[in-house]
């Protein structure tokens, strides 16, 4: 606009405006001044991505949650699922188990709203795709979809919420060559306490008295101070008689390593842009029998081959080895808890103690081993071309390539245990066994092909006060996956290959199968947007799936939502410390796919099913029937959604209410049939569940100086 002003001659200017960066001008005798605002990239141009895109923040309709390069990498974590918890609203993480390679957090979107798949869309650049392995160096952010608005166009597949993880892409400037690593050291952070020996055989004796037992107590006092003596550490003391053991602190070793170390190079030029990453990451397990490594790389390359064409191809994936004891950890946990402290562990000459006729260190030093060797790449080739006889409009096609493989090889030998001889001077150590009599070999492959194909076509242009958008997206998926397994028994030679195992047809077992998964889905997103003050937006997706019957493989998930800005209303303008007050309403519905594929037909199992003149005979039958019906679950979801800014962004408040009905969950059916029908009933889709909550972030940003700033997010869900 246009103004006039009294200033003194060698006075300085300060022009503000919401949404754009301060102005200072000086005004060095000047009669006119024309002044031209930038918009500020931290308000007006904040970015957020989106289903098949992005949008500026301040015009978005949809509740989403994001997490940019500064903080993803900041934890240090090897499987960045463990680094979402509590930084995003609305997001819950549960991690299972901490072993290495199979500690990556279960999340959950807004809570659990159905009894059957509660686990969210994950999309990496645009593809369905596994984001735990990623190197969090390597990820320019993370974005949770949590409303109808915002996970519409995934129709099917987003009920459950939708993780978005963009990889990060070259700057045009001079090549940048930068390094981040770290190397650090794991201790649990706390050992369960439990008695010692002493501790123990008074318990006992005590347990003996209270049942009305005082003449049969398990240990005498010589017992007793022989055992306390050993937990003293007195000279005279007999451990290998009279232990002290504790499973977890004897079998822990301290320092575990975990590293990582990430090599980066971008740049490029107006027309060409480059960005390249190496990775290696490591983490040492409990013991030393168990670790994980994985290699990362990435490349991401863009070209403006014309004014009005641009090609992206991106190459990435990564390489993992795990490695464990034949055990399962499960296995080893369990013996370290239940094995009393009056039973040896390990003896004093190194030799491994038993409790029931198991060892733990022979479980996890002498069991045998498992490795699980893996690959991964995904590659994406993109192009997107300027439609210039129509203003904002544009066409872009995608191809994405994702093969993987798998090895699996578990070797299982005999495990060493040893009993006391205490009757014997000097001491007797009895050798025993426990696993299988002989060696076993199990192995397997497992190989997969992703395909993805994108067609788009969007639409974005102003008019004056009043932009409009538009996007249109085909999609279609196809997977196709084959795996071998052989197993082998009673090895007489410890050689770990298949053809040394036993040549008796009843140690011999092999197998193998493969399948394909296909679907295909139409989205689409339209917005209207009225000076950054009311926005509206509709999206949708009519999507099929593989998973149903021929017929009742496609539905429709339509989705709504609405926006406004007071802050920008004339009433407001005068209120200088608001930055920003915006409300946000969305309505719509989203699927889940239910159960498993194929349910709509009847299962059938096969193998030697008789004996036909003294040969095995293959044979099927029929194991469940099918439901020809079954469908996806329905969820119908409802938000609202505030979000504030106040003094120049020094404290923010982003705060929803959610509201979701999910329907046609698979359960059991409410029906009996008599034991001569055969087989069990199919699930139908009859279950309901509703689901509701707030999740809210506050940050608090405040700069000192141009050297010192202090920050801090909290959330709750």
Not at 635 to 649: P, R, T, Y
Request: net charge neutral; proline share 4%; charged share 20%.
């Amino acid at each position: 606009g246009k103004f006039t002003l009294s200033l003194p001659s060698n006075g300085v200017l300060a022009v503000t405006y919401v949404g754009f960066s301060t102005k200072n001008v000086a005004v060095n005798n000047q009669n006119s001044i024309r002044i031209v605002m930038e918009e500020d990239s931290e308000v007006l141009e904040e970015v957020v991505v989106v289903a098949y895109g992005t949008q500026k923040k301040i015009s978005s309709t949809a509740a989403v949650s994001s997490m940019k390069t500064k903080d993803v990498a900041q934890k240090p974590v090897i499987n960045i699922s463990n680094s979402l918890a509590g930084r995003m609203a609305g997001v819950i993480a549960k991690q299972g188990s901490g072993e290495p390679g199979a500690d990556g957090s279960d999340l959950r979107i807004r809570g659990v709203a159905t009894l059957g798949n509660q686990s969210p869309l994950v999309v990496v650049d645009g593809v369905p795709r596994d984001f735990s392995r990623i190197d969090p160096n390597m990820i320019e952010d993370i974005t949770i979809l949590k409303d109808a608005a915002a996970v519409a166009p995934y129709g099917m597949a987003g009920a459950n919420g939708v993780v978005l993880v963009t990889t990060k892409k070259g700057k045009s400037g001079a090549p940048v060559l930068s390094y981040n690593g770290y190397i650090g050291f794991q201790n649990p952070t706390r050992i369960t306490d439990q008695v010692n020996s002493y501790e123990y055989a008074l318990m006992k004796n005590e347990a003996a008295m209270n049942a009305g037992y005082p003449n049969y107590y398990a240990y005498s006092q010589h017992d007793l101070e022989m055992y306390r003596k050993t937990c003293a550490g007195d000279p005279d003391a007999d451990p290998d008689r009279y232990p002290n053991s504790n499973g977890l602190r004897d079998l822990v070793q301290n320092n575990s390593v975990i590293t990582n170390h990430n090599l980066q190079l971008s740049g490029g030029s107006d027309k060409f842009q480059y960005y390249v990453s190496l990775g290696y990451s490591y983490q040492e397990g409990m013991w030393s029998t168990t670790d994980y490594q994985r290699f990362n790389v990435l490349a991401n390359l863009s070209v403006d081959a014309t004014k009005y064409t641009k090609i992206n191809l991106s190459l990435g994936g990564w390489h993992e080895k795990k490695n464990y004891p034949g055990a399962d950890t499960g296995d080893i946990m369990y013996q370290a808890y239940r094995t009393p402290p009056i039973s040896a562990i390990q003896y004093s000459n190194g030799l491994w103690g038993q409790y029931v006729g198991k060892s733990l260190f022979g479980l996890t030093y002498r069991s045998g081993y498992r490795q699980e060797p893996a690959d991964q790449l995904n590659t994406s080739l993109s192009v997107e071309q300027q439609l210039p006889f129509i203003k904002g409009l544009s066409i872009k096609g995608v191809i994405n390539y994702d093969p993987y493989r798998v090895k699996k090889k578990k070797y299982m030998t005999p495990i060493p245990v040893y009993t006391l001889d205490a009757s014997q001077t000097p001491y007797q150590y009895m050798e025993g066994f426990q696993g299988p009599e002989k060696p076993n070999l199990e192995q397997s492959f497992e190989e997969s092909v992703s395909m993805t194909y994108q067609g788009m076509i969007n639409y974005s242009r102003t008019f004056g006060k009043h932009t409009v958008t538009g996007l249109g997206v085909i999609e279609a998926r196809e997977k196709n996956v084959w795996n071998m397994n052989a197993k082998r028994l009673n090895y007489n030679i410890n050689i770990d290959e298949i053809n040394a195992g036993s040549s008796d047809p009843a140690d011999i077992s092999n197998g193998g199968t493969s399948w394909k998964e296909r679907q295909v889905g139409y989205a689409f997103r339209l917005g209207y947007n009225y000076d950054n003050r009311y926005m509206a937006e509709v999206s949708g997706r009519y999507d099929g799936h593989y998973y149903f019957a021929p017929g009742k493989r496609f539905g429709f998930f339509p989705a709504f939502s609405l926006g406004w800005n007071l802050r920008e209303e004339s009433f407001m303008k005068d209120i200088e410390w608001m930055d920003k007050l915006k409300l946000r309403l969305s309505y719509g519905e989203s699927g889940n796919l239910a159960g498993s594929s194929y349910q709509y037909m009847s299962d059938y199992g096969f193998g030697n099913a008789v004996n036909l003149g003294g040969v095995p005979t293959m044979g099927m039958w029929e194991n469940l029937q099918g439901n020809p019906n079954i469908t996806w679950e329905k969820a119908k979801k409802f938000d609202f959604g505030v979000e504030f800014s106040i003094l120049n962004g020094i404290l923010s408040l982003e705060a929803d209410y959610f509201y979701e009905k999910r329907s046609n969950m698979l359960m059991a059916p409410n029906a009996l049939v008599p034991a001569e029908y055969g087989i069990p009933l199919s699930q139908v889709n009859a279950g309901r569940m509703h689901n509701q909550g707030i999740d809210l972030s506050l940050n608090f940003n405040k700069r000192i100086n141009k050297d010192w700033m202090i920050s801090a997010k909290g959330t709750f869900t």
